[in-house]
């Protein structure tokens, strides 16, 4: 989105990994909020930046070699990410005259779901302060109460979520990492509580069978989720690690994010890039927990 005077922009900028269905969305909000409205392709130069890093000769003075960089999968999804939001809605804000948002959520914000200089960047997140499932409820209310009609289509809030970045993120195929109806509740319980929940306190929930009632969710959505204890657990430390290490990295690094809780990051929850500790009595029951689970 670019907001300018007078002026509000969404651009469609498909990619060989996006799907006619997320393109059809995008032009039909436009249309339904009478806005301007852009197709931008970024295949040719995402593939021309690819070609770039690695037929370009690099010279080592310390080795005395040449040698060519190669291009994992991982790092060509990341170039199309700076290269939709550094690039192109970057150049148009400014030709604009304007600024443009950036769109992450809380629940993304949390684990830095979000690549550094492209769709973390903007000049304002305005629902970075929101969960992912109050996103949702938000359109749901700009239908009923704002709009009073259908300006959101329903397949925006029936679709999974994707990046559509690779031919595993493709709509119908895959789509994103987390699972929303439980991690919102999962990363809720890391910042908002009163008494901020620990990894220790959760691995004890879910040994008693009382998470899904401390965090507020479906316990079918953990039971179908994670069949066995190793799972739940591995997933608990991959994105606990990844809350306290890189992620704070790029909320440093955020737009400013309008809080309306009352602890958003920034200014509400100021923090430091620490090692992620694990104490003795999440150690004890995870140990115990994958006994009993062989």
């Not at 900028?13 to 996006?18: C, E, G, I, Q, V």
């Not at 550094?116 to 109050?134: M, R, S, T, V």
């Not at 009632?213 to 990844?242: M, T, Y």
Request: proline content about 5%; glycine content about 6%.
């Amino acid at each position: 989105d670019i907001l300018g005077p007078d002026n509000v922009l969404l651009v469609n900028m498909p990619s060989r990994y996006n799907s006619p269905m997320t393109q059809n969305i995008a032009e039909q909000t436009a249309q339904a909020l009478g806005a301007n409205y852009a197709v931008i392709p970024i295949t040719a130069s995402c593939q021309n930046t690819k070609e770039q890093l690695t037929q370009t000769k690099i010279h080592s003075y310390n080795q005395h070699t040449d040698f060519h960089l190669e291009i994992s999968p991982l790092i060509y999804e990341n170039i199309q990410s700076r290269d939709r939001g550094s690039r192109v809605v970057a150049g148009l804000a400014a030709a604009f005259g304007g600024a443009f948002s950036c769109n992450s959520n809380k629940t993304e914000l949390t684990v830095g779901y979000a690549t550094f200089y492209g769709d973390i960047c903007g000049a304002l997140a305005p629902i970075g302060d929101l969960w992912k499932h109050h996103v949702y409820e938000l359109g749901r209310y700009l239908n009923e109460k704002v709009f009073q009609r259908q300006v959101l289509p329903e397949a925006i809030f029936t679709i999974r979520p994707s990046a559509e970045l690779s031919s595993d993120q493709t709509v119908g195929t895959g789509g994103d990492p987390l699972i929303y109806p439980y991690h919102d509740k999962l990363f809720r319980s890391f910042l908002e509580q009163w008494r901020k929940a620990s990894p220790a306190e959760i691995l004890r929930w879910y040994s008693e069978g009382t998470l899904a009632e401390q965090l507020g969710c479906d316990a079918e959505i953990i039971s179908e989720a994670f069949p066995d204890a190793r799972s739940f657990i591995a997933d608990l430390e991959h994105w606990w690690k990844l809350m306290n290490t890189l992620a704070v990295a790029k909320r440093i690094q955020a737009p400013p994010i309008l809080s309306i809780t009352r602890r958003a990051y920034g200014y509400d929850h100021r923090e430091s890039q620490l090692t992620p500790y694990f104490p003795r009595e999440y150690r004890r029951l995870k140990a115990q927990l994958l006994n009993e689970n062989e």
